[in-house]
């Protein structure tokens, strides 16, 4: 079993910077691929960005691309996505998943998910 607890969350101006962390439980976590969802108010919840077990592989949304970073920290049981030059588009609950295989990550279809941490971007 894998718990997935997401922070960092807050309300920030457009242009701005914020860096998520989901810490997870359980001593499986170097051994699973993670990735980040968010999900804006009326819309499905979409990819955003993906790492592999050993931090060496990730890819990200077009939407993020070259503004995001996904990072691990497999000695603190840690994923982080640095967020810079935010836009109000980017504005959603923001959702930890892990999941053993790699590709599935891109997909959502992933064993465990973190609760969400709100992300605002102001104009």
């Known amino acids: 079993q894998v718990q997935l607890v997401e922070s960092g969350g807050g309300l920030v101006q457009a242009g701005g910077s914020l860096r998520l962390s989901c810490a997870a439980s359980?001593?499986?976590?170097?051994?699973?691929?993670m990735g980040w969802f968010r999900q804006a108010p009326g819309k499905e919840r979409e990819f955003v960005a993906r790492?592999?077990?050993?931090?060496?592989?990730?890819s990200y949304a077009d939407s993020v691309k070259g503004r995001f970073t996904i990072s691990r920290d497999n000695a603190k049981n840690t994923v982080y996505l640095q967020m810079n030059s935010l836009k109000p588009e980017d504005t959603a609950v923001y959702y930890c998943?892990?999941?053993?295989?790699?590709?599935?990550?891109?997909?959502?279809?992933?064993?465990?998910w973190g609760q969400g941490t709100q992300v605002t971007v102001s104009s």
């Open positions: 998943a892990a999941h053993q295989i790699y590709s599935r990550v891109l997909t959502g279809g992933v064993d465990y």
């Open positions: 359980g001593r499986t976590f170097s051994s699973r691929a």
């Open positions: 790492i592999n077990w050993s931090g060496g592989s990730t």
